[in-house]
C-alpha cells in the first residue's frame, strides 16, 4: 500500500508481477478498498500476456 500513497495523477504506474487470476483480484479488491478509505482514484490496468498488472492514479 506504500506505492499507493507515492502515486501521482498522470504519473507512473507501478507494476505489479501476478501468478493467477485470483491474485489480480485480490490486488484489485485490496486497491479498491484503499480508494474508498483514503478517497482517491487509482485504477488498474492488466497486461495477460506478461502478466502484469499496472495501477496509475488518474487526474
Known amino acids: 500500500m506504500e506505492a499507493l500513497d507515492k502515486l501521482e495523477p498522470g504519473g507512473d504506474a507501478v ?4 501468478t493467477n487470476e485470483k491474485s489480480v483480484n485480490s490486488m484489485r479488491t485490496a ?4 480508494n474508498q478509505e483514503n478517497n482517491v482514484k487509482i485504477k488498474s490496468g492488466k497486461d495477460s500476456a ?9 487526474k
Open 15 to 18: 507494476e505489479v508481477a501476478y
Open 31 to 34: 486497491v479498491y478498498q484503499y
Open 50 to 58: 506478461n502478466k502484469k498488472i499496472y495501477f496509475y492514479r488518474q
